[in-house]
């Protein structure tokens, strides 16, 4: 793939492969800047549920913007 890539001009090729070993190790960092509060999985789910309700709140209410 590579030469392919080398042969038709395409600069910065990166394989699959290695592009998603970019992005594992990119989440990885961005995880341990997180402080420990948001590194929990239940955070997230609670915040999306959050979020969600919200929504919902709003659409029930008629409004037609988020705040």
Not at 56 to 67: M, R
């Amino acid at each position: 793939m590579a030469a392919l890539a080398e042969r038709l001009g395409l600069d910065g090729f990166v394989p699959v492969a290695d592009a998603r070993e970019n992005v594992r190790g990119h989440m990885q960092s961005v995880r341990r800047s997180l402080p420990a509060s948001m590194k929990e999985e239940s955070f997230l789910k609670v915040s999306s549920s959050r979020r969600l309700a919200k929504i919902q709140q709003l659409g029930d209410s008629g409004a037609d913007v988020l705040p």
